[in-house]
T-cell receptor
Framework: DGGITQSPKYLFRKEGQNVTLSCEQN?????MYWYRQDPGQGLRLIYY???????QKGDIAEGYSVSREKKESFPLTVTSAQKNPTAFYLC????????????FGPGTRLTVT | AQSVAQPEDQVNVAEGNPLTVKCTYS??????LFWYVQYPNRGLQFLLK??????LVKGSYGFEAEFNKSQTSFHLKKPSALVSDSALYFC????????????FGGGTRVLVKP
């Protein structure tokens, strides 16, 4: 099966702990993205990467970090500096030269207490 | 900067009736427009896109959308709604000049009643 996998589906952490969310794709897409979804606010871009070993901040990068050491993988770390980390996190990938649409993983729901 | 507006938080429609979900956009240059659907606790599924060509775009599950450049709109339509179409729908615009980033609207919840 081709697609994007995110693990785990549900994640619980104590405040002050860093946590890493996994995103893997076998679509051979160059570009990968991380979004945060909060109720009633749609999706907001955290980080994106268009090529291995390169990534850019999105609209809400503060308190998050990423790496892109392999084409297939784009893990997101939610650090203790993120003031409100409880949210639904979605990973996506695309071919930026076209056909442009992004394909999404199933998401990880992070709850920090 | 690009933006997308979905003016309705929720749309209610009876099964079998036509369904329309509204979207307007603002972007520099040619608009690349997309519709996605999200079911509870799931990722987004791609429905359709407009890049160029015919203003009426057909997509998955019987959905279609009409691109209107003068009104900067890209409304999603389905001639006959099903109860299973009940979900959250997102419109998005891609800005090539901004690293191919997608900007999403706030989403419209569709409720199809039997």
């Amino acid at each position: 099966d081709g697609g994007i996998t995110q693990s785990p589906k549900y994640l619980f952490r104590k405040e002050g702990q860093n946590v890493t969310l996994s995103c893997e794709q076998n679509l051979n897409h160059d570009a990968m993205y991380w979004y945060r979804q909060d109720p009633g606010q749609g999706l907001r871009l955290i980080y994106y990467s268009q090529i291995v070993n390169d990534f850019q901040k999105g609209d809400i990068a503060e308190g998050y970090s990423v790496s892109r050491e392999k084409k297939e993988s784009f893990p997101l770390t939610v650090t203790s500096a993120q003031k409100n980390p409880t949210a639904f996190y979605l990973c996506a990938s695309s071919i930026p030269e076209g056909p442009y649409e992004q394909y999404f993983g199933p998401g990880t729901r992070l709850t920090v207490t | 900067a690009q933006s997308v507006a979905q003016p309705e938080d929720q749309v209610n429609v009876a099964e079998g009736n036509p369904l329309t979900v509204k979207c307007t956009y603002s972007v520099s240059g040619n608009p690349y427009l997309f519709w996605y659907v999200q079911y509870p606790n799931r990722g987004l599924q791609f429905l359709l896109k407009y890049i160029t060509g015919d203003n009426l775009v057909k997509g998955s599950y019987g959905f279609e959308a009409e691109f209107n450049k003068s009104q900067t709109s890209f409304h999603l339509k389905k001639p006959s709604a099903l109860v299973s179409d009940s979900a959250l729908y997102f419109c998005a615009v891609l800005a090539q000049a901004a690293g191919n980033k997608l900007t999403f609207g706030g989403g419209t919840r569709v409720l199809v009643k039997p």
